[in-house]
């Protein structure tokens, strides 16, 4: 399996631009979770689905940012108007999660910077 | 909310030491993970260990659910050990990880 895809790896753009943020999750994962990296905050979570409904977005920052999963192979993180400290490294996870124990796997991250 | 501490958080070693990277957390967990961050950013599934004990290569990971810590021992390290290792835990009902603040190592050569 190729693991986890995100796309763009690395988005420098001004602010008040959209961003859009993408992520393929490995095949049969129904789980997949962006997090937020941050020097100040560390590790975030900030939304997750399963079986491509939202479950928590409790973790979004603000209503500049928005997530969707409309199938269960892509997911994207939009942020709209972004600003500087939205610059971070994004990631996402996926899992596979029959109700039990469940290990997730990361993508490689898109490193985000707003100027 | 839970709370995840990992000690020490920073450490620095000679090439061929060992080392031992706790996590301590505040509730019951049901599931538990280490990850490796590597230089490069890349995170890296080490051990998926709720409870036990597992071994890979010169890696090996313990927790003790019921006193709610988990050791990652790493044995005769190497410079490509080197990077930020982070504990995660979930509890029962939810898909939620909480990471702790990571242990960074350096393997000096």
């Known amino acids: 399996d190729a693991g986890v895809i995100q796309s763009p790896r690395h988005e420098v753009t001004e602010m008040g631009q959209e961003v859009t943020l993408r992520c393929k999750p490995i095949s049969g994962h129904n789980s997949l979770f962006w997090y937020r990296q941050t020097m100040m905050r560390g590790l975030e979570l900030l939304i997750y689905f399963n079986n491509n409904v939202p479950i928590d977005d409790s973790g979004m920052p603000e209503d500049r940012f928005s997530a969707k999963m409309p199938n269960a192979s892509f997911s994207t993180l939009k942020i709209q108007p972004s600003e500087p400290r939205d610059s971070a490294v994004y990631f996402c996870?996926?899992?596979?999660?029959?109700?039990?124990?469940?290990?997730?796997?990361f993508g490689p991250g898109t490193r985000l910077t707003v100027t | 909310g839970i709370q995840v501490e990992q000690s020490p958080p920073d450490l620095i070693l000679q090439e061929g030491a060992n080392s031992t990277l706790r996590c301590n957390f505040s509730d019951s967990v049901n599931n538990l993970q280490w990850f490796h961050q590597n230089p490069w950013g890349q995170l890296i599934n080490l051990f998926y260990?709720?409870?036990g004990t597992k071994q890979n290569g010169r890696l090996s990971a313990t927790t003790v659910a019921t006193e709610r810590y988990s050791l990652l021992y790493i044995s005769s390290s190497q410079t490509t050990d080197s990077g930020v290792y982070f504990c995660a835990v979930g509890t029962s009902g939810t898909y939620k990880y909480i990471f702790g603040t990571g242990t960074r190592l350096k393997v000096l050569a």
């Open positions: 996870a996926s899992s596979f999660s029959p109700g039990g124990g469940y290990e997730q796997y």
């Open positions: 260990i709720p409870s």
